[in-house]
């Protein structure tokens, strides 16, 4: 079974471009979430997307945004890129949550942006 | 505000000896706690949940105890090997339509 997988594996952009980040869930799981770990530092939550809806954002300006496909995958938009946007974005799936959901979440590898 | 800290942002630790991690977190009511690896450029992965109601869960080399009243988690390696080297993560969830919250990780480094 194929698990959670991310494109780009790297980004380089310039200040004030705009990324776009992909990620496939694996299969069955409806629930995907977004972090972004910069170098040396902690996951820090993005955004959270559940059947195609938006349920919660994390404290992340409006230039971050996403959405979810039909089919589950999802895409994160950072636009007007900054240099300290420069990071490891991350990618996590899961199961459809309930309020049974015990919210284990696998992740992808990761797609490495960097801002010059 | 919520916070989740893991207090110590690295652990040395001599091969075979048992590592235990610490997290703690304030303003939570989690209903459970989940342990995750991470290793250097790679993506967390899942290692342990504990759910509100336990006290104790083991996994093979791994046990994670969980006393809500303490608000802390401790996970412990036993028989610590140069490959469990890597960054450990602790993450709440409360339940129903909650996220999932990370701590700030401890680094582990198992010293042949």
């Known amino acids: 079974e194929a698990g959670v997988t991310q494109s780009p594996t790297h980004l380089i952009k310039t200040r004030g471009q705009q990324a776009t980040l992909r990620c496939s869930p694996i299969?069955?799981?409806?629930?995907v979430y977004w972090y972004q770990q910069a170098l040396g530092l902690g996951l820090q939550f993005l955004l959270w997307?559940?059947?195609?809806?938006?349920?919660n954002r994390g404290n992340f300006p409006p230039r971050f945004s996403g959405r979810q496909f039909p089919n589950y995958s999802s895409e994160l938009n950072v636009n007007a890129l900054e240099l300290e946007d420069s990071a490891l974005y991350l990618c996590?799936?899961?199961?459809?949550?309930?309020?049974?959901?015990?919210?284990?979440?696998?992740f992808g590898e990761g797609s490495r942006l960097t801002v010059l | 505000s919520q916070k989740i800290e893991q207090n110590s942002e690295a652990l040395n630790i001599q091969e075979g000896k048992t590592a235990t991690l610490t997290c703690n977190y304030t303003?939570?009511?989690?209903?459970?706690l989940q342990w995750y690896r991470q290793d250097p450029g790679r993506g967390p992965v899942f290692l342990l949940l504990?759910?509100?109601?336990?006290k104790e869960k083991r996994k093979e080399r791994l046990k994670v105890t969980f006393d809500t009243t303490l608000k802390q988690s401790l996970f412990h390696i036993t028989a610590s090997q140069p490959a469990d080297s890597a960054t450990y993560l602790c993450?709440?969830?409360?339940?129903?339509?909650?996220?999932?919250?990370f701590g700030t990780g401890t680094k582990l480094q198992v010293i042949p």
């Open positions: 997307y559940d059947e195609g809806e938006e349920r």
């Open positions: 993450a709440l969830l409360s339940g129903g339509y909650q996220k999932v919250t």
């Open positions: 303003n939570y009511s989690p209903a459970y």
């Open positions: 504990i759910r509100e109601n336990e």
């Open positions: 299969s069955g799981h409806t629930s």
């Open positions: 996590a799936s899961s199961l459809a949550h309930t309020s049974a959901s015990t919210g284990e979440l696998f």
